[in-house]
């Protein structure tokens, strides 16, 4: 969520196959995030940290990526890896992310501070897959103003997790995309009780 990561990861409403060669076993599994740099892979397969594998994968119908890999890290069964891309690769790459966000099948959260109010921005699909962000940066950093100017794509999730930022912790809602506006001037200050989603985050104590 910083904006000084050298490049945006972004994660997946719905995660992509992946199909990944190592150790001369072929196996699928999915596609947890991605950034121009790496990517966080899910895989019953065995990947050893310090080793390249091979990855193969489309996101959403994007064209076809093969590329080499070498993991960096390990949590049970999910591991974080860095490309070993060249030019044509990490254009195919940047292609994938960009199409993903634009449709809204993808999302990036990072926090920036304007003139001493700590911003949280979203770009892309803006839905319950954000809500351990929302809680995060609500109740852990204090977030001042929500920057929705990239979001692409909102559901009723998206628009009760901005609802609480709101109702229950005070944040305003600065820049937003033409397809937020539509869908908060439609549902945002509606009286009925905020969306499921939402209600899990932690409130404010009182």
């Known amino acids: 969520m910083h904006e ?4 945006q990861r972004i994660r997946f409403g719905i ?5 990944i060669g190592f150790a001369g076993e072929s196996k699928t599994g999915t596609l947890e995030n991605l950034s121009l740099s790496g990517l966080m892979v899910r895989t019953v397969l065995p990947l050893e940290v310090g080793k ?6 489309s996101v959403f119908g994007s064209t076809r990526i093969d590329v080499a890999a070498v993991t960096v890290s390990r949590i049970g069964d999910l591991f974080g890896a860095r490309f070993q891309s060249g030019p044509i690769s990490e254009l195919l790459i940047k292609d994938a992310i960009d199409g993903a966000l ?8 990072n926090m ?3 003139e001493g109010r700590k911003v949280l921005r979203v770009a892309g699909g803006l839905n319950a897959t954000l809500a ?11 977030i001042d103003e ?9 559901d009723l999730d998206g628009i009760g997790l901005c609802r609480l930022a709101v109702q229950a912790f005070g944040v305003t809602i600065g820049t937003l995309s033409d397809c937020f506006a ?21 409130r404010p104590a009182s």
């Open 4 to 7: 000084q990561r050298r490049h």
């Open 15 to 19: 995660q992509p196959p992946i199909k």
């Open 52 to 57: 390249t594998f091979g990855c193969e994968f």
């Open 102 to 109: 634009a449709s809204g099948r993808a999302s990036v959260v």
């Open 112 to 114: 920036h501070q304007v």
């Open 132 to 142: 351990n962000d929302f809680d995060y940066s609500l109740n852990k950093i204090g």
């Open 146 to 154: 929500l920057d929705l100017s990239g979001v692409t794509k909102v």
């Open 182 to 202: 539509e869908a908060w001037n439609s549902r945002g200050d509606a009286a009925e009780p905020i969306t499921p989603i939402a209600q899990l985050l932690t």
